[in-house]
Structure formats: C-alpha cells, structure tokens
C-alpha cells in the first residue's frame, strides 16, 4: 500500500519544528529514521497531515557529555551511538544492547530518540532508559520538560508526551564506578524484536534488572544483594508481578519462565563484571 498524502517540512532548526507541531495539534508527526513510522504510513495505520524531519536541525547528531550523563539527541542514529568510541566503558549497557537493535540497515537509519518515541514494549532501547533510570528531555514551544524513564513509558506504544512535543534528546547515565552491568535477549532470530529481554546493573550494595517484552512497558525492580533461592524468589515474585502476553511469538508462561531464567543469568553477570 501506499500513504495518504501528507506534507513534508524538513526543519532547519528547532522553533521551525515546534511551530509546526504546535499549528497542527495532532495532525503533525515527527519523522526521524522512518524505521517504525514509514511502514506504519504505507499501511495507514497513520495518517498525519504534515511530517516534521528533525534529522537536519543543527546540534541534533552530536552525542555529548553534561557530566555524568550520555546526552543523545533526537538527530543521532542508533548507529552512532554503537559506533561512539569507548561506548563499552562509558556505558557496558548501551554496548551491549544495541547490537539487538534490529539489523545493520536499520540501526543505521533509525535513531535513538524515534525508537524511545515509538515506545514498543520489545524496544532495547525503552529498556535500557528504564534499567539506567535514564532521562527523557522533551521540548514544546511553551516548555522544556525532563522526566525519567519510568514517568515516560506509560503504556503499550503510548507515553507521556504531549502532542505538541518533542523529544529533544535522551540521557543516559554514565557507568558507575565498580559497578558491573548485563543484557541478553530471546528472539526468533537475531535483529527480531525480542520475545523477553534482560538488562541488569550491579553495585557494590545493590542489583537492579529492567525487563522488556514482557509487559506493556519495561519495568525494573531494585534488591539488595541477593543470592540463592532468596534471588529466586524475588525474580519469581517479579515474573508473577508483570502482566505478561500471549501472542503469535510466545506465550505469557514462556516468558515467565525467561524472566526467572534470563534475569537471573544477567543479575550473576553483572555481579561477576563489577570492577
Ligand atoms: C526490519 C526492522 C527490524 C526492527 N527490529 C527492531 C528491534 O529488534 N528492536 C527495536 O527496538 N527496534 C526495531 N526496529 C525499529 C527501529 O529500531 C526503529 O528505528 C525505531 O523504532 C524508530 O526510530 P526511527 O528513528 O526510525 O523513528 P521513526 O520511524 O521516524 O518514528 C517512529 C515514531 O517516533 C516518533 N518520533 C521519532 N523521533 C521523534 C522525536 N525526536 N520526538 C518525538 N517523536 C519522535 C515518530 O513520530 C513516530 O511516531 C526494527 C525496524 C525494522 C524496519
């Protein structure tokens, strides 16, 4: 199928695009990579009126340093950040996941920002914002706001996000000395969205694991550090806590079971990589 018409502003800086999403209300939407948007247009599950491309504002592809916070904007491909030196000390997480992030091709046009805006639940991205307790920078022609992870991701493709915002850039917090960080996934094949997936940091006095597929959003838990039946336990109350899906690709019970298994699998990494 082909999309319904729409118009096409290519904004050559940020007020150009927050103007548009402001005139329009809900009848504008930003295009990024295209990666999720254009297939949702050529199957009209989407019918904007215009499409604002954010890719050519100024500052938008640079990754940057504000203390201890990977700042991501909304023009960086998800390529880029894999490809940022020295990525697997400054963050073992994102190193780590990203490579999941669908194929080759698509991670070098898709960005980080339009797979956070996406907001699917399978997404490593959402879920590494959500295991890092990452930050959401979104801006509106009235407001800037910042909110974390957790507040953003509020449904099954859906966040907190007004209409007439964007996400200007997302920020990831740096490693943490002596901690240790894990991710692993269970796909069909790899560059599938994930059937269940895993990311867990580690702290000297601390586990904390996020989990994705699962739910209608990635969720994350907190323990002391746990061993044993007692880590058992806790990933098994957490399984029984996330209201988990059956669909085409597995059942809620399956992904259960990886919850228990694969958490428990990146918790015992990530105590093992603590410095
Ligand atoms: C074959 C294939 C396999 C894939 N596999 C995976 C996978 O395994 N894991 C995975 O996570 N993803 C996967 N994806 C999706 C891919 O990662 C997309 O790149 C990503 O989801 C969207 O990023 P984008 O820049 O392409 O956004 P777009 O497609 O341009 O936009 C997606 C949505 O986000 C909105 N948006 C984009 N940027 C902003 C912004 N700055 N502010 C506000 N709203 C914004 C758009 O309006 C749209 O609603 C796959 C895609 C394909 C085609």
């Known amino acids: 199928m082909k999309p319904a018409a729409f118009d096409y502003v290519r904004a050559q800086h940020l007020d150009e695009a927050l103007d548009v999403l402001k005139q329009q209300g809900g009848e504008a939407r930003v295009i990024a990579g295209g990666q999720s948007l254009l297939p949702m247009l050529n199957m009209r599950l989407a019918k904007p009126a215009v499409l604002v491309d954010v890719m050519g504002i100024p500052g938008f592809g640079e990754i940057r340093r504000e203390g201890d916070a990977i700042v991501v904007p909304a023009g960086v491909r998800q390529a880029k950040l894999l490809a940022r030196l020295g990525l697997a000390t400054e963050q073992p997480l994102l190193a780590a996941a990203l490579p999941w992030v669908g194929h080759y091709q698509t991670r070098a ?8 805006a996406h907001a699917d639940p399978s997404a490593e991205i959402p879920l590494c914002l959500v295991a ?3 930050e ?5 022609r009235k407001k800037r706001r910042s909110l974390k992870a957790s507040e953003f991701f509020t449904g099954m493709m859906v966040t907190d996000k007004a209409e007439d915002e964007l996400i200007e850039a997302v920020a990831f917090p740096a490693a943490v000395k002596g901690a240790g960080y894990a991710f692993r996934e269970v796909a069909r094949r ?10 867990a940091m580690a702290t000297a006095d601390a586990i904390h694991v996020a989990v994705g597929a ?3 959003r990635p969720e994350r838990r907190s323990y002391p550090l746990l ?5 058992d336990d806790a990933l098994n109350a957490f399984a029984w806590e996330l209201d988990a899906r059956d669909d085409i690709h597995a059942t809620a019970r399956l992904r259960r079971d990886l919850v228990r298994s694969l958490g428990r699998e990146v918790i015992e990494e990530a105590l093992r990589c603590r410095a």
Request: glycine share 14%.
């Open 109 to 116: 046009r898709g960005t980080v920002c339009g797979s956070t």
């Open 132 to 134: 890092l307790d990452g």
């Open 136 to 140: 959401i920078r979104l801006r509106s």
């Open 190 to 199: 790899h560059g599938d969205f994930a059937i269940v997936a895993c990311a």
């Open 214 to 216: 699962v739910a209608d």
């Open 227 to 231: 061993e044993g039946s007692a880590l």
